[in-house]
């Protein structure tokens, strides 16, 4: 059985930095498709960033240059690094992973099977 445990959410001040990490187990992460996606309440769960099986990465163009996605296949972590925080970015942070990677580098939720159960990232200005 796959689950995933997001930690590292909080709060801080625009212009800080943040970083989420996400265990795994169940399965071999450096052989799933992995992202990051965010939620505010009353609006859908955006794609913030993926990553491939050899690591290859896709950002939303509202955190790139910002946000790095990235893996540690030995210990089964996935993170996202946040810097230069703004208050729009305040939301719960999702990760999510998909067997076979069906679909490489996908930030749309449908391609994902699997998903954590969230941590809080709230940005102040």
């Known amino acids: 059985q796959v689950l995933l445990v997001e930690s590292g959410g909080g709060s801080v001040q625009a212009g800080g930095s943040l970083r989420l990490s996400c265990g795994a187990s169940g399965y071999t992460i450096s052989t799933y498709c992995m992202g990051w996606f965010r939620q505010v309440p009353g609006k859908e769960r ?4 993926a990553i491939d099986s050899d690591g290859s990465t896709r950002y939303a163009d509202s955190v790139k240059g910002r ?14 690094q ?13 990760c999510a992973a998909q067997g076979d990677c069906y679909v490489p580098r996908s930030t749309n939720a449908l391609s994902y099977g699997y998903w954590g159960q969230g941590t809080q990232v709230t940005v102040s200005s």
Do not use: H, Q
């Open 82 to 94: 946040m810097n230069s925080l703004k208050p729009e970015d305040t939301a719960m942070y999702y």
């Open 67 to 80: 946000f790095t996605i990235s893996k540690d296949n030995a210990k089964k972590i996935l993170f996202l």
């Open 46 to 49: 955006e794609g913030v960033a």
